[in-house]
């Protein structure tokens, strides 16, 4: 069977937050681009990952008239608990302009793409064998396999890497054009989801390892456990999970179903640069954050609005300067961030569980959390980074 051939500006290979939310910016002033997906509509709509929107995010939607996305199922930003060896904790940190809000990914993808179809965009799922040619070339060639096996191809301009840490986008490139940065934490999260309420709500701190209890739905809840980088999935069992919870938190959670567990190792990995030829990799595809900081879809927005930016100017003004700043650009606010994200996750593990950097690490973060609650400044500089907005 011959092979399809086609022709558009920017082909942006997955369908995530980061790939939906460009291809909606660029349909929306009028750049054409096709959206490729190796995954089913059904499977991306039901992938659970992330579910904060910061006040950053929830402005960037507004500003392109794409604030529909956020309606529906989101949860509006409530004030969680704060637990410190089985104890609440008064917080006043109450931020009025952080606009953030809970919105568990599969709905923010789904409003995404029901938005990009409505409007007549190009998005093709079950992409098969993807392969990225002639990416320093002036008409990069996207090669695949659509549902029913026919050898297709896309020539473009422009290709946006925004599918994951393990896509085809950043493994495409030469390793040696590549520098990684990388740190390990040295623990794990056991990450649970559970369609149980969500009580308490919050963060707890404790000398058997911090824990948390997430929003990710009206009836689901994302537990997370610390644990040794060794443990696995089978030495937690459900009974386990929910007495863990209870002591680290001091009181009961509501429990209920385990969907879902698995264990994830904390670490912060950063690809400089960002981009090679015309291939440009945005999100998980260019960094990681440890989810402690809630910032992987603040980066894969900010990431994506830089380069919608870019992409728009270059086809409008014929200047390709903001494409060749993209990834300085990027790069500046990311390790602002990762710094950020290696803060919070270091104070909040050193504060409770000793075993790792000792008892004096530990008394140092609980009093850097104790100035977060009593100084007005180190609190406003939080609220900053925590909103996005720093």
């Known amino acids: 069977m011959a092979e399809t051939y086609e022709t558009t500006t920017v082909v942006i290979v997955g369908a995530g937050v980061a790939g939906l939310t460009l291809g ?57 608990g704060f637990f410190i060896d089985g104890h609440g ?52 060639l996207v090669r695949y396999r659509d549902a029913d096996g026919s050898a297709r191809g896309v ?68 537990l997370y456990l610390q644990c040794p980088l060794d443990d696995t999935p089978e030495q937690w069992p459900d009974e386990r999970i929910w007495s863990e919870l209870e002591a680290r938190f001091g009181t009961p959670p509501s429990t209920g179903q ?27 595809a260019a960094h990681i954050v440890p989810p402690m900081s809630a910032k992987g879809i603040h980066l894969a927005l900010h990431d994506t609005e830089v380069f919608a930016r870019a992409v728009i100017h270059q086809v409008r003004q014929g200047d390709r300067s903001l494409l060749d700043s993209y990834s300085p650009d990027c790069l500046r606010h990311i390790w602002n961030y990762q710094a950020f994200a290696s803060w919070i996750t270091d104070l909040m593990h050193n504060a409770g569980d000793a075993s790792y950097e000792g008892e004096f690490r530990k008394q140092v973060a609980r009093a850097e959390l104790q100035r977060l609650f009593t100084s007005p400044t180190a609190n406003k500089l939080f609220g900053e980074l925590t909103a996005g907005t720093n």
């Open 24 to 80: 909606n910016f660029l349909l929306g002033n009028g750049v054409s681009c096709v959206v490729l997906e190796k995954h089913s509509r059904s499977y991306v709509e039901q992938r659970q990952r992330a579910g904060t929107i910061d006040g950053f995010g929830v402005r960037m939607f507004r500003e392109w008239g794409l604030q529909e996305v956020l309606e529906g199922d989101p949860i509006p930003r409530e004030e969680g």
């Open 89 to 140: 904790v008064p917080m006043d940190m109450e931020d009025e302009d952080n606009e953030s809000m809970f919105c568990p990914q599969q709905v923010l993808v789904r409003n995404l793409t029901d938005v990009f179809l409505r409007d007549g965009g190009d998005l093709r799922y079950e992409a098969a064998d993807v392969s990225l040619e002639d990416i320093d070339g002036d008409r990069p």
């Open 155 to 222: 020539s473009c301009d422009l290709i946006a890497g925004c599918d994951g840490f393990h896509g085809i986008s950043r493994a495409t490139i030469p390793a040696d054009a590549l520098t990684r940065y990388s740190h390990e934490h040295g623990y794990s999260w056991l990450s649970v989801l559970a369609a149980a309420p969500t009580s308490p709500s919050g963060m707890a701190i404790h000398s058997r390892g911090l824990a948390g209890m997430i929003h990710r739905g009206a009836h689901a809840t994302r």
């Open 258 to 284: 385990i969907i879902d567990k698995r264990i994830v190792p904390l670490r912060s990995v950063v690809f400089d640069p960002m981009s090679y030829g015309n291939l440009y990799l945005l999100g998980d």
